[in-house]
């Protein structure tokens, strides 16, 4: 064989094994974008909206958790400021609480429609009783449903359909007093959120005119909410929401007028919640400055390795790392929000993005979330949503 010939042939070998190379990689590159479509999903989300000119009532948008892109948010339903929104946890109901025929109720939604363009039907609503709610939330079975009333200084209680509907107002429960450690602020009861304990037995009322959160027995079944106990928290916090970390044994308050972060040991078996450790969201010298700032929500990363709050007026986002073994917390990263006023923000299921609503600035901005620091990035997608409050995702 010629050497000619010879070479020949190792090149027709070299140029078949390229071939199988470049075969096999487009092959595997096509996979892995099957994969990625596979994992993609598309988000929707609910957007409860404050009092403005701006603001119609509940809005809705669609987010993708591949590219992290949201869509330009359209009104889902009318209501007057439906600041809270929360979906049923087991149908298609979506409730609100806000003003409704110069009324402040608590109005339960049908989510209708498309997958693509979901719409909201009015089931039924039920007046609260002690002016409007600053917070709305249902137990496990979603046959209990929970206000808070901030500038009554109540909790109320209403049973749930099987349909998912309204039938009435179970309870109305005065908080009494208030701590006087912040004058003009704690004067008085203030209660800002309500929730239950992961078993289903308890549910709790963070209150900043007290200084307290508040426990009460929860009986699901027939909608009744007795009084237990409280947590305390350091005079003058103010506290205002709260999250329980995913074991359960850990709970989480941030403090509306201090700024901080107040960590509990929780009791399950007890329903007790004891306080260990305080730590600021926004450093003491920035708050010495002449802009008013609080805090407003908290939120527990899904892996249970992060907690971010918010800080209004600061505007920004405070990320922490949560101690493993105790449940303290480590300051991280402290995130401007490219907006105004961050008066809500929520992270998606999987835990890689988090949208934040700038309630004056009137907008929602998209931030991805590295899962092994905890670190926040803005990934440039922010859209217009007038007077954002609440922001919920709903994966159906």
């Given at each position: 064989m010629s050497n000619a010939t010879i070479n020949s042939y190792r090149l027709d070998e070299w140029r078949g094994i390229i071939l199988r190379s470049a075969l096999s990689l487009a092959a595997a590159l096509v996979g892995l974008s099957m994969q990625s479509a596979a994992l993609a999903e598309t988000l929707d989300v609910w957007i409860g909206t404050g009092r403005s000119s701006l603001s119609r009532g509940i809005y809705h948008c669609q987010f993708n958790t591949d590219d992290g892109k949201i869509s330009e948010p359209t009104l889902a339903a009318p209501m007057e400021g439906p600041g809270f929104v929360e979906k049923h946890p087991k149908l298609p109901v979506l409730y609100a609480v806000g003003g409704l025929s110069n009324d402040q109720v608590v109005a339960a939604f049908a989510i209708e429609g498309s997958a693509a363009k979901p719409t909201l039907r009015l089931?039924?609503?039920?007046?609260?009783?002690?002016?409007?709610?600053?917070h709305v939330s249902l137990d496990k079975t979603g046959r209990t449903l929970l206000t808070a009333q901030y500038g009554g200084g109540s909790v109320a209680a209403?049973?749930?359909k099987e349909d998912g509907s309204?039938?009435?107002?179970?309870?109305?429960?005065?908080h009494v007093g208030g701590s006087k450690a912040v004058s003009g602020r704690q004067d008085a009861s203030h209660a800002h959120w309500t929730g239950v304990s992961p078993d289903n037995r308890f549910a709790f009322v963070p209150d900043l005119g007290l200084d307290q959160v508040l426990i009460y027995k929860l009986d699901a079944a027939s909608s009744s909410i007795q009084s237990h106990g409280h947590g305390t928290l350091p005079p003058g916090s103010g506290p205002r929401h709260m999250k329980f970390h995913p074991n359960g044994r850990w709970i989480y308050v941030v403090n509306e007028i201090s700024l901080t972060v107040t960590v509990f040991d929780y009791d399950a078996d007890?329903?007790?919640?004891?306080?260990?450790?305080?730590?600021?969201?926004?450093?003491?010298?920035?708050l010495e400055r002449e802009r008013a700032k609080s805090t407003s929500e908290i939120r527990v990363h899904p892996n249970g390795q992060f907690v971010y709050?918010?800080?209004?007026?600061?505007?920004?986002?405070?990320?922490?790392?949560?101690?493993?073994?105790?449940?303290?917390?480590r300051f991280v990263q402290r995130e401007p929000v490219r907006g105004a006023t961050p008066r809500n923000f929520n992270i998606t299921p999987e835990g890689q993005w988090l949208l934040a609503a700038g309630q004056l600035s009137h907008t929602l901005a998209v931030f991805s979330i590295e899962p092994k620091s905890g670190m926040?990035?803005?990934?440039?997608?922010?859209?217009?949503?007038?007077?954002?409050?609440?922001v919920l995702f709903d994966k159906r």
């Open positions: 089931m039924n609503s039920v007046p609260i009783g002690d002016g409007g709610a600053a209403f049973a749930v309204l039938i009435k107002r179970t309870a109305l429960i005065d007890k329903g007790t919640m004891t306080a260990k450790q305080t730590i600021e969201t926004v450093p003491a010298a920035d709050a918010a800080n209004r007026g600061h505007d920004t986002i405070t990320a922490f790392a949560v101690d493993q073994t105790t449940g303290q917390l926040m990035t803005f990934n440039q997608s922010s859209v217009f949503v007038p007077t954002p409050i609440c």
